[in-house]
């Protein structure tokens, strides 16, 4: 026990020598927090603030345009700029000077509402209102509004365009039926005789309380994720300062000396469990404190703090585990640095962190299911999101436990064998 | 005291012997001089004797105990003094030696106070709550000797302790090894200093490619040597002039 605390001390006057890297270790985690919660937060906001500038090309000139630039308009999202030409709006896109150029085809006016007059007097002389025209037989050419956008747009956007664009065709194309109906039916316009608003619309509950507030916010997703992201980080310093003890000629008199590896490894488990900790606790204030002043949505932690500790205790016993077992087998900070930074992405990929594991192909979804920060994640958020208890986090918690085990184990067998004299 | 019989090490990818059937005994209380050229053996043989790494046949014995069986009781038997300064240059002196004192088990007062006597011996008292990396060669070698004999081991190896130091420096070190060496600790030393070992140690063992060529007090050396009247002429005469640069 004596040299298990002696080790952990001198971990700790390690640490506190390096106060650059200290600092480094504290508060790079914290503003990565900030940073990626105020540009997802902000995101839509900014948008919204500071209109996209888009292209229009208007070949029509008609009503259906005019409705369509209209709406664009009160969209609020985009700024629109007339152009003339279909391939001068092509270029400035392919250039980057716009995210979008939208082509409103030529006869779109004419050509939409003769085919609703095609359809509306096709039904109606089905049931015997109005004789068949003419226009029953007539060939209609469908329309396309083409929509260019620029290569180095992001598919989220592209999609998100998409949609809008989308559903603000299918109101016009509908009014515009309804309207039709009513003309035929010889109705006054100006009185409308169909309720052209949405019939169905859709309003968000949170599951286990039937109610629209607490629903999770940007600061409840960003912090358990990014928290996390940083506790396994950790596994960088750690196993940078193993590689270190190995160049300074340290770990060889360690070797020559009575003690086990595994006190050894227990006196680095001490001291950055409790770093992972400390970088967590600042996490938490960061969201509770600071992010209203920075006009983010403040973390609501009521109620949940020793379960979020208990979680964050567990999180930092496997990154801790991926460190010694990195710092064991690395020979130098050119093997540990590179493998730890893009390890630790790559699991935070495959964990969930950025894109979500529903939205993963399958195979990845059965990978994510291996990584630590997943069961990390899904921890985190049964604790921030959820609202559980302390045994609906046992799993996750007991498999974070047995990663630390077996990578900590690996580790000590693997310089048992290494070194076996 | 220390045993070695027919110790043979060949490294991985290595096309020669590092040591090759290496038969030595070395006595209670000796200072025993290990000299040799570049790449001779020297290291390995150390390294061997502390348990750091494998010999690929052969056996030894410290005391009567080996690593198969003993291994605990064998590390707090011997103490090392590497080549390198095996220091954490961010930490002090003091905590240094705190942390690998404690690491053979000694704790209290008396150990505390034992870090602050062999500091003054060695002339560092002023210097204990210094970091190691402002140290000077000779002080990190210094600071090096005394991480290796806290715990009073009965056996100690010294890989080149004296090399890169001011003349203060490797006086000191030699004056307070032969203090340790009057209260009972056998010491194994390495060298490349032919007139310091000259001076220093008791018994003498020359070895070349692997294999000892010869063995005596450094007296007996220089006297079967026809016109030699140095341990340095002895060694010149018995592993020849060429260099020996390898990689």
């Not at chain 1, 002043?293 to 403040?298: D, I, T």
């Not at chain 2, 009073?152 to 010294?158: A, G, N, R």
């Not at chain 2, 030393?189 to 070992?197: D, F, I, K, P």
Request: net charge neutral; glycine share 8%.
């Amino acid at each position: 026990m004596h040299k298990l605390l002696v080790s952990a001390q001198k971990e700790f006057w390690l640490l506190t020598r390096d106060l650059g890297g200290l600092a480094v270790l504290f508060l790079m985690p914290l503003l990565l927090v900030i940073t990626i919660t105020l540009i997802q937060d902000n995101t839509f906001k900014s948008i919204q603030e500071n209109k996209i500038p888009i292209l229009l090309v208007d070949l029509d000139k008609g009503e259906v345009s005019n409705l369509i630039t209209n709406n664009l308009k009160e969209s609020s999202l985009f700024e629109i700029v007339d152009e003339s030409n279909e391939t001068s709006a092509q270029d400035l896109v392919q250039k980057g000077d716009y995210q979008l150029a939208i082509i409103l085809p030529k006869n779109l006016t004419k050509d939409l509402n003769l085919k609703i007059d095609q359809n509306v007097t096709g039904i109606l002389a089905e049931f015997g209102v109005e004789e068949k025209s003419e226009l029953s037989n007539l060939k209609i050419e469908k329309k396309e509004i083409r929509l260019y956008f620029d290569p180095a747009t992001q598919r989220s956007f592209k999609s998100s365009v998409k949609n809008n664009i989308d559903k603000m065709i299918s109101k016009i194309e509908s009014q515009s039926i309804y309207k039709a109906f009513q003309e035929e039916l010889g109705e006054e316009s100006s009185e409308p005789i169909f309720d052209m608003e949405s019939f169905i619309s859709f309003n968000e509950i949170v599951p286990n309380t039937d109610k629209q507030e607490g629903i999770p916010n940007s600061t409840q997703h960003n912090i358990p994720a990014w928290s996390l992201f940083a506790i396994f980080f950790i596994m960088l310093p750690l196993s940078i300062n193993m590689v270190n003890e190995k160049n300074q000629g340290t770990f060889i008199r360690l070797r020559t000396q009575p003690i086990p590896y595994a006190t050894v490894l227990g006196g680095k488990t001490l001291v950055f469990l409790v770093v992972s900790l400390i970088q967590f606790i600042l996490m938490l204030v960061l969201g509770v404190y600071l992010f209203p002043v920075l006009g983010l949505p403040k973390l609501d932690v009521t109620g949940r703090i020793p379960l979020l500790l208990i979680v964050a205790f567990f999180a930092g016993l496997a990154a801790i585990g991926l460190g010694l077992l990195l710092g064991t087998i690395a020979k130098s900070q050119e093997q540990s640095a590179p493998f730890g930074a893009t390890f630790v992405v790559i699991l935070a990929a495959i964990g969930g962190v950025w894109v979500p594991v529903f939205a993963m192909p399958a195979f990845m979804q059965t990978l994510s299911k291996l990584s630590p920060m997943n069961w990390g994640l899904n921890a985190f958020y049964d604790v921030f999101l959820r609202n559980v208890g302390f045994s609906e986090i046992i799993p996750e918690i007991s498999s974070l436990l047995l990663f630390f085990i077996v990578t900590t184990a690996i580790a000590i067998i693997y310089n048992q064998r290494k070194n076996a004299v | 005291m220390i045993q070695i019989e027919q110790l043979s090490k060949k490294y991985k990818n290595a096309d020669h012997f590092s040591l090759l059937d290496l038969d030595l005994k070395i006595s209670s209380g000796e200072i025993f001089g290990l000299l040799g050229p570049n790449g001779a053996g020297k290291t390995t043989l150390i390294s061997i004797l502390c348990g750091l790494i494998k010999p690929t046949s052969g056996t030894f014995t410290i005391d009567g105990l080996d690593f198969a069986s003993a291994k605990k009781k064998l590390k707090q038997l011997i103490g090392i003094v590497p080549q390198e300064y095996a220091l954490y240059p961010s930490l002090t002196a003091y905590e240094n030696l705190y942390y690998f004192g404690s690491m053979y088990g000694l704790k209290g007062k008396i150990f505390k106070e034992s870090i602050d006597k062999h500091l003054d011996i060695l002339g560092l008292h002023k210097f204990g709550d210094k970091k190691v990396k402002s140290f000077s060669g000779g002080m990190k070698r210094r600071v090096n000797l005394i991480a290796g004999i806290l715990h009073q081991p009965k056996v100690l190896f010294l890989d080149e302790p004296t090399v890169g130091v001011d003349v203060q420096s490797k006086t000191a070190i030699i004056d307070y090894l032969r203090e340790l060496n009057a209260k009972g600790t056998t010491i194994v030393y390495t060298s490349h200093h032919l007139n310091e070992a000259e001076l220093f140690c008791t018994n003498v063992g020359i070895i070349d490619h692997g294999q000892l060529i010869c063995l005596g007090t450094p007296k007996e050396l220089i006297q079967k040597e026809e016109g030699a009247k140095h341990l340095e002429e002895v060694f010149l005469s018995l592993t020849g002039k060429a260099l020996r640069d390898y990689a």
